[in-house]
């Protein structure tokens, strides 16, 4: 994002990929079918609230309303917001009051006096108040997992980074100023998104780091343009495949959120890039900051998926790419950074797209995602928000993406602002390690590139 280390809020509308019904009617909901399930404070004003139907069929929640502990507070939820069977649906309350450090939070029947379900807490989420188990237990400070069922387990602790503790700088002072964003390594080359709506093309220097490449326009990094030539793409994250680059854009300019996949030709030699198609995903998801969606994005092959079992949440069964005709012949993988989530994409040659995986990282903000095909697991970092936690995730045997580690960032790395990450292939092992690189958005003593290694 173009604010550095600005103070991120979760303030945004969440919702999980299996919220609508199914096609059966939805009932009214008895106060053992709803229930308050997730609180998000900040101690500000962004404030979320969690609805989870533990019910057997739809329920039809329009017109109901959430309260903090004052009655003169009050959120009404819109008309025809229906929560399907064991769907769980977070709403944002700030525009209607805020949720103080010690408070409740209360769920109305849309006469406004019926009460279904209250919850209260002494301070601030760090960053959730979570009900453990869902729906019915007491609430446990949790990771932050709106939209998603609460992460009610220990989960995996943190470790020390699996690589070397020493971090030194990739790129020459000065090169890119601030606002580099996401990282893909792509063999002997280094792609990197800047907000600034540029794309860059790295190369290496010979001593380990990357400098832009000199040749075909791409001196001074190419200029990113929506389909026809307009516009502005807020560029934060890039994946390359298929000879295309593929570029996750969370706004144009500095203006509203359009929160987009842009696909680029980038074998031309021209100084600006139009993009060749755009996935515009904003109406599939929930409403985001403008300044706080899409910061990272990676693909990962069918066979990858198949091969593990992955579940196609659109349909409830093993993913089967046939279905979805002709497509990059993967799911894209974009991470939210309001949310903390990660949603998986096939984006269809025809412009068409489906939602096939929603889930929580457990984190408080996603800023970048990276696909290691030697290891058949998905990254997925924080920046500075989250101490530069980083968390490795496998398709369990529910079919799911879920977290199999925890590391916290190098010893030798500051606290920074790092929104890109990117690890080199297999053939650059040596002595049981390669490289990884990380970018880092302030350009922190006038670097924006560092390099680091991990195992193998």
Known sequence: ?????????????????????????????????????????????????????????????????????????????????????????????HSAFGLGSADKARLYRADGSTLVDSVGWSEHSAPSWSRCPDGTGPLTAAALTLGAANSCGSGPTPVAWPGGGSVTTADASNVFGEDLSGLFQDGGVLWAAQNSGKLWRLLPTGSGGWKPDTANGWSAGKTLRFPGGSGNPDGEGVTVTGGAAFVASERNGSGSSRTSVLRYDVSGTGSTLTAAKEWNLTADLPPVGANLGFEGVTWVPDAALTGAGFTDVSTGTAYDPARYGAHSGGVFFVGVEGTGMVHGYVLQDSGAFTRVASFASGMSGVMEVQWEPQAARLWVVCDDTCHGQHRTMRVNSSGVFATTAVYNRPSGMPDLNNEGFTLAGANECAGGTKPVYWSDDSDDDGHALRKGTVTC
């Not at 989870?52 to 039809?60: F, I, K, L, Q, S």
């Not at 939820?77 to 944002?92: V, Y």
Request: proline share 2%; with cysteine; net charge negative.
């Open 1 to 93: 994002m173009t604010e550095s280390r600005a103070r991120r809020r979760v303030f945004c509308l969440i919702a999980g990929a299996l919220l609508l019904a199914t096609g059966a009617p939805a009932h009214a909901a008895t106060a053992a079918d709803v229930h308050l399930n997730e609180v998000v404070t900040t101690g500000g004003v962004d404030d979320s609230v969690e609805l989870y139907n533990a019910g057997t069929t739809a329920v039809d929640v329009s017109g109901w309303i959430l309260k903090d502990d004052q009655d003169s507070s009050k959120y009404k939820i819109a008309a025809g917001t229906t929560l399907a069977p064991g769907a769980f649906r977070a709403f944002d309350v």
